[in-house]
């Protein structure tokens, strides 16, 4: 099968990184190209690269690059990673015979623009007002370890952006005695520091700075606990790598994570009393929670190759309907 992801962030962040390990995993046994914008093109190594230049999607140079790669070469389908480029080939649809697969990734406020694919993947709660065929894939984790986390500090990752509700996070933290380190970069970072400042946390709550993989995967081995405090997610994939690597976790009830955990294990989004609650409750005596059946179960559930197959399936699936 012939494969074209088409993205155009210009950051390498979630999306790009879900269709760089897509792509490797898929290059194996299928024919996988990229269109992506050049400033990111270094960061795609298993796959063709075809870089563009970065332009509005309304642009009619934007459109036309597309138009002439898609011409040029007969890919089997065409998936498109977010709004934007789901936006270009929902246009050039009208034109030319594309098998046209469009992947939401988080929670979108408007998703008539999905509409015009044949075949659009997402989480659940991103399918929603949906028209078109659709297929529930989740996020899935890269890395697994069989040794046992056991570190003596809290950690948090993610862009420091107020979805992420770390705000609520360090709020909810003035009677815990564990440690905290949240591990990320982003526009709140100074907004976040000066809360810690404010509430005296400074000995009990830090802010590391974004990690590559490797060395993400070195903070799960000296952590005890995972906190997810976000508002709202399409995932989120660092739950499933912490519990890959038989890290526990707590969350908010976002994405996929009540199809994980229990819900004494849950907060309300949003919801600082509720994620106080919890956290006082739980993180300080994390070690009398046994969460290994919930380790197994993610392993299996979620790991790169279960969802690359289910992929694999919907690309199928949208070509015997177009035969």
Not at 238 to 243: K, S
Request: with cysteine.
């Amino acid at each position: 099968m012939k494969i074209c992801h088409v993205i155009s962030g210009n950051t390498f962040a979630g999306i790009e990184q879900y269709v760089a390990e897509l792509s490797q995993s898929l290059e194996s046994k299928h024919e996988v190209s990229l269109i992506c914008n050049e400033e990111i093109a270094s960061n795609f190594k298993h796959c063709k690269v075809i870089p563009i230049k970065k332009r509005s999607r309304r642009s009619f140079l934007a459109i036309y690059t597309i138009y002439k790669i898609l011409r040029s070469n007969d890919f089997d389908i065409v998936n498109t990673h977010g709004s934007n480029p789901t936006y270009i080939v929902s246009i050039l649809k009208k034109m030319m015979n594309i098998n046209f697969v469009a992947t939401i990734h988080g929670i979108k406020s408007n998703v008539n623009v999905f509409n015009k694919a044949d075949l659009v993947i997402g989480g659940e709660r991103s399918l929603v007002d949906i028209n078109t065929r659709t297929r529930i894939i989740h996020n899935w984790y890269n890395h697994s370890s069989d040794s046992k986390a056991e570190g003596s500090q809290a950690i948090a990752v993610g862009r420091l952006e107020d979805v992420k509700g770390f705000d609520l996070l360090i709020k909810a933290w003035v009677n815990i005695a564990t440690p905290l380190v949240i591990i990320g970069s982003g526009p709140q970072k100074d907004f976040l520091n000066n809360l810690i400042d404010t509430l005296n946390l400074s000995k009990s709550v830090s802010i590391k700075e974004w990690i590559d993989q490797d060395k993400l995967m070195q903070e799960y081995a000296k952590a005890k606990v995972m906190i997810i405090s976000s508002r709202r997610e399409g995932g989120p994939r660092v739950g499933l790598e912490a519990l890959a690597n038989n890290l526990p976790v707590l969350s908010t009830d976002v994405g996929h994570m009540n199809k994980i955990l229990p819900s004494e294990l849950l907060a309300k989004p949003n919801d600082l009393d509720s994620l106080k609650l919890l956290l006082e409750n739980t993180v300080d005596n994390i070690d009398l929670l046994n969460q290994s059946a919930i380790f197994e179960f993610v392993k299996e559930e979620f790991s790169l190759e279960s969802q690359k197959n289910k992929t694999i399936s919907a690309y199928e699936d949208c070509l015997r309907s177009s035969s």
